[in-house]
């Protein structure tokens, strides 16, 4: 089992920027597929970028070349910067935890959640 607390969000300008963690503990995180999502108010969860254990990533199609996932094993911590920030950016931003198989940008394929962390970008 893996309990997994975000903090970082805020609110901010458009092209701002802001820094995300997760940070797990529980299970061995280096072990889990770790996913960003996120929520706006009356719209459904979206996947916003995930990392496998092997580092390999993936990025939804509007965050592209703006958020960048990383993980830092040793800390059991999951990281999302974000650059660039655009008010359709709000949301609140969840992180997942899956033990796959593979690691994909839906939600169904993660068994573990955060509470999440909200932002909220002002234009």
């Known amino acids: 089992q893996v309990q997994l607390v975000e903090s970082g969000g805020g609110s901010v300008q458009a092209g701002g920027s802001l820094r995300l963690s997760c940070a797990a503990s529980?299970?061995?995180?280096?072990?889990?597929?770790m996913g960003w999502f996120r929520q706006a108010p009356g719209k459904e969860r979206v996947g916003v970028s995930v990392?496998?254990?092997?580092?390999?990533?993936r990025y939804a199609d509007s965050v592209k070349g703006r958020f960048t996932i990383s993980r830092d094993n040793a800390k059991n911590t999951l990281y999302l910067q974000i650059n660039s920030l655009k008010p359709e950016d709000t949301a609140m931003y969840h992180c997942?935890?899956?033990?796959?198989?593979?690691?994909?940008?839906?939600?169904?394929?993660?068994?573990?959640w955060g509470q999440g962390t909200q932002v909220t970008v002002s234009s």
């Open positions: 997942a935890a899956g033990l796959g198989p593979g690691c994909y940008l839906y939600s169904w394929a993660y068994k573990y």
């Open positions: 529980g299970s061995p995180f280096s072990r889990y597929c």
């Open positions: 990392i496998d254990s092997d580092g390999s990533t």
